[in-house]
């Protein structure tokens, strides 16, 4: 009974029907097929798009449909988002990691690679200020940092001076090995930080791998776009931002850059050693050894009646052992009698003081200033020889604040230049040719191009520096003012700026120039940049002295000035 009774219970499992047995065969094999058509089969089976398609006739299993979820990526886009990833990643492990320490002679140093627009190397010496050198253009900056002077090494070498002859070689190995390291060091940082952030962001390790490539082939570009534009000779041409009183120490003189700064390891030597003695025993600061064949002239102008601009050429006057003063004009303000006393400093400055009238100055300040003591008034293409220099001057023709007169523009400084052309030319006919030209406005002084080597004018309180068409270089010098008194009334004092040029002894030529740029009226920081002519660099060939046309024309030379000649707004004086 009980085997009757099982027998009609009915199996669930056994099928009934032929059409349900081979449907259970069918459904059997589904775990054997392929994982990828599994997945597809669930995908479809889940899906609530309208993409379903009839199930294919029993027995003909066909490909799965493509589905939506499997549609092409953009390539384009996850491509740029790896490369932002990388570089933000090498970026963080620059930042984070990728500083070295190494010793170089008597200091130990920091160096380290930094995302930089313009590259370069940056120099800092405490408490000195900064070295900016232009020695390659790539993505990263070198930047060195001292961190401190070794004691016992700067002790050996102050103790036995013989040493510094070898301190070149020992500068350039451990220069060399401090580079080598700080190589390896950045790949490993780049790599690192890309790799991770590549991880944290794709949660892929084949992802951040590829980051962390990536990473590498950028850090090997840039050093190849660095190798490739590399220039030894920027340290002809630095540019230092620190104490003013230590500048002419750190940059050097005129003879020093013109026969001997033509190797980077000689001028990062010297900076050692200038370092070296800065934190002798003493503590003080090393002294500035004048170039007994360069005379060296302070191009000054626009002072407008600022008080402060007086002790700041005083502090020049004595930092760089200058020879002469040259002011081209605008001292006074409104040109009065009440402000004469003024002017009296430029009798105590420490060198004797050329003045030639701006168009701010009366012909009472003129008076008032002539025949005061160290003072030297140049007027319509008068000559003077003014430490071993030959210099020839005219005054501005108009003076603007005087509102009854109707300013005469350009034509009436032409016509001012002329006379100094004229002036010119007697001289040179006579044998006894002139040096520098001056003139307070532009326009003027580049009536003098052809006759004079050298032309010095300000007036447009901002410097321009351009060889003219005829060989003569004109310089302009912006405001040693700072634009006067009145710059108080703008939201950001302008700067104070001022030149040192320096002159050969002999030929009277200029060798090179550093342009002193104070941040503003009150500021103690100041910017020293270094300029050489184009035909003063290591290797160039000399020109000839005997003529004012073998200057060439600038365009396009180490110090960066425009090539085209100076043009003052014409019915805009200052």
Wanted: glycine residues 8%; contains cysteine.
């Amino acid at each position: 009974m009980a085997r009757a009774a099982r027998s009609r219970i009915p199996n669930p499992d056994t099928p009934h029907h032929p059409l349900h047995r081979l449907l259970r065969t069918w459904l059997n094999g589904v775990p054997a097929l392929p994982a990828a058509v599994r997945r597809a089969y669930r995908s479809r089976r889940t899906s609530s798009a309208a993409t379903r398609t009839r199930p294919p006739p029993l027995g003909h299993p066909s490909p799965p449909t493509p589905l939506l979820d499997d549609a092409p990526r953009r390539p384009l886009r996850s491509a740029l988002g790896l490369m932002a990833v990388t570089a933000l990643g090498a970026w963080l492990g620059l930042a984070l990691i990728g500083g070295v320490h190494a010793p170089v002679g008597p200091m130990d140093t920091s160096m380290a690679l930094r995302p930089s627009l313009t590259g370069g190397t940056r120099i800092n010496v405490p408490p000195l200020g900064d070295l900016e050198l232009s020695s390659h253009y790539a993505p990263v900056r070198l930047d060195v940092d001292v961190d401190r002077l070794d004691p016992v090494r700067s002790r050996t070498l102050v103790d036995h001076p013989e040493r510094f002859a070898g301190l070149q070689d020992e500068v350039t190995h451990d220069v060399t090995r401090g580079t080598l390291g700080l190589a390896l060091h950045s790949c490993v940082a780049v790599a690192s930080g890309a790799a991770a952030l590549g991880l944290a962001v794709y949660r892929r390790p084949r992802r951040a791998l590829a980051a962390g490539g990536l990473a590498l082939a950028l850090l090997a570009a840039s050093a190849g776009t660095a190798y490739a534009t590399w220039n030894p000779k920027s340290v002809l041409e630095p540019k230092f931002s620190g104490l003013l009183s230590s500048a002419p120490s750190v940059v050097g003189n005129a003879r020093n850059i013109v026969s001997e700064f033509n190797v980077y390891q000689k001028e990062l030597a010297r900076l050692v050693t200038n370092v070296t003695k800065l934190y002798d025993a003493t503590s003080t600061l090393p002294v500035y050894q004048p170039d007994p064949t360069t005379i060296r002239v302070l191009h000054v102008s626009d002072i407008h009646l600022n008080p402060g601009s007086w002790r700041i050429i005083a502090s020049l006057v004595k930092q760089y052992r200058i020879n002469v003063i040259i002011d081209t004009g605008d001292t006074m303000d409104h040109g009065s009698a009440a402000e004469n006393h003024f002017l009296d400093p430029a009798s105590a400055l420490g060198a004797p003081y050329v003045w030639v009238r701006g168009n701010h100055d009366s012909h009472s300040t003129q008076k008032y200033l002539t025949g005061r003591t160290h003072v030297t008034v140049l007027d319509h293409g008068k000559v003077a020889r003014v430490a071993g220099v030959r210099i020839a001057g005219v005054g501005d023709p108009q003076f603007t604040p005087d509102r009854s007169v109707v300013a005469a523009g350009d034509p009436a400084e032409r016509t001012a230049g002329g006379r100094l052309a004229d002036s010119l030319r007697t001289e040179r006919l006579a044998g006894t040719p002139v040096d520098i030209a001056l003139a307070h406005n532009p326009t003027a002084a580049t009536e003098a191009d052809g006759l004079a080597p050298l032309a010095l004018a300000g007036h447009i309180h901002h410097r321009e520096n351009t060889t003219l068409p005829q060989g003569t270089r004109l310089m302009v010098e912006g405001s040693t003012g700072g634009g006067g008194l009145r710059a108080v009334q703008n939201k950001k004092p302008a700067p104070v700026e001022a030149s040192v040029l320096y002159l050969d002894r002999t030929t009277k030529r200029l060798q090179a120039w550093d342009e002193i740029t104070l941040g503003g009226l009150g500021l103690s920081r100041a910017e020293v940049s270094r300029h050489l002519p184009r035909e003063n660099q290591p290797g160039a060939t000399p020109s000839p002295s005997g003529s004012p046309h073998s200057a060439r024309p600038s365009s396009g030379s180490p110090s960066g000035t425009p090539s085209h000649p100076a043009r003052s707004p014409s019915g805009s004086p200052r």
